[in-house]
Every structure is written in structure tokens, then in C-alpha cells.
């Protein structure tokens, strides 16, 4: 796409978590709070967080995105690994790991109220989350950013499904239609399986779990790979 602007108007579908505002440094620090608190003496911390990353997996299948399901797989967690009884106790102290990432107040991340100023004046914003409804629209209301969009989904999971659902719900073309996000897994790839053009804004602490290999684009969708949120202004 180079550097030139794109004139038309866009749908652009923004990501929230990790890509409007700091979500999952809160939860490393959960977790490496957890696997201190559990001080296992046979498994190094680099083991336990990959058996948490497996339970994670299953609780995912079973109860979604979110606190709850992440307080869900502490509980297991520990269950599997310690010799310790999981007494009420114990219970409470391990969801208090999960709880403690709720009163973290939302913290955007560099220039993007700015941005998403500039690039409402020229096109269509849409926020395009995934995770708990409840705790995605709380945040989503004290973040301030509300003025900037013209319409929220809240999804159970990103996938390709999901995407072709919001393209027949709302009647957008895919060729004028970008998703925006951190996450290869959730936010770039599907999207663009879908026919519909991406732009991958790395972040330094994207969840583990959303990981994988960026694909290439099959024209005529386009791939577009900025270093931050603040580079949209210079392709919209």
C-alpha cells in the first residue's frame, strides 16, 4: 500500500486489549504473583506457566475469555500441582490474583486517543473486542474512547466465522473493511481469511496464547505492518 493515504472511506474494526490500552502486562503480573505464591519445589516457574498455559487452553473451551475463566485456571492450576488441600482459604488468595487485574484502571496506550480523533473524521470506527461482556463494556466506558466509534461488538471468539458474521450483519464490503489489532491469532490472520484487509500493530506483551505466524495476504486483501497506533494517520 506504500505510504500514500488511502482516500475512500474505510470500515476500520479496532481491537481493544493490548491495542487501545494495556491489558495483558496485568496479567503476567497475576500470574508470576501466582507461581510465586504456589513456590513449587520440584517444577521451575517457566514449567508451571507452561502447565497454566494448557489449563488455560481448556478453560477457554469451557468458560470463554476473562477473569473468570483465568481465576478458573489459577484454581486448577494449583490444584494440579500442589500437595496442599485447596482449603476456602487458599481459594480466596488465588482469586485475589485474578480479582487485582479488575481494579487496574484503563491505561491507553501511547497517542491513541489522538489517533482514533484524526481517523473518525475521515472513517468508519468499530470496536471489535472479544472476551466477557460485562468487563469489555466496563472498560470500554471509562476509557473515554466511546465518542470515536460508531458501533461496539463484543464477541465470544475472533475467528473467521466471526468475521463473515459481521460483515453480513452490517452489509460491509470485506475489500473496504481493516481489522486493526495485536493479535496474529484473533485479530490479523481470520481477518484476512475472511477477504478482509489487516493491519498488525505489534505490542511487547501480547498473551501467549494469541501467538502465532502472521500469513500473507492473497490479494486484493492487504497486510499492513506499522511499529505503533499513531502510524494509522499515516495510511488513513
Known sequence: ???????????????????????NVYFERAIADFISFLNHRQRSPREVREILNDVERECIVTHGYGLHSFAHALVKTFERLSVEPLTPALHETIH?????????????????????????????????????????????????LKPYFSCVEILPEKNVAAYRAILKKHS?????????????????????????????????DTWILEHEQLIAAEPPSRLLVVEAFRDLQKHF
Do not use: Y
Request: net charge negative; charged share 20%; glycine share 10%.
Open 1 to 23: 500500500m506504500g505510504h500514500g493515504r488511502l482516500a475512500d472511506a474505510q470500515n476500520i474494526l479496532v481491537d481493544a486489549d493490548d491495542t487501545l490500552w494495556e491489558n
Open 96 to 144: 485475589g490474583f485474578a480479582h487485582a487485574i479488575a481494579e487496574q484502571p484503563v491505561k491507553l496506550l501511547p497517542e491513541v486517543r489522538e489517533t482514533l480523533e484524526f481517523l473518525a473524521g475521515r472513517h468508519c470506527l468499530w470496536l471489535v473486542t472479544k472476551g466477557d461482556l460485562k468487563e469489555q463494556t466496563r472498560k470500554f466506558e471509562s476509557s473515554g
Open 172 to 204: 460491509l464490503v470485506a475489500g473496504q473493511t481493516w481489522m486493526v489489532g495485536n493479535s496474529p491469532k484473533s485479530d490479523i490472520n481470520p481477518a484476512l481469511r475472511t477477504g478482509m484487509n489487516a493491519v498488525f500493530v505489534p505490542h511487547g
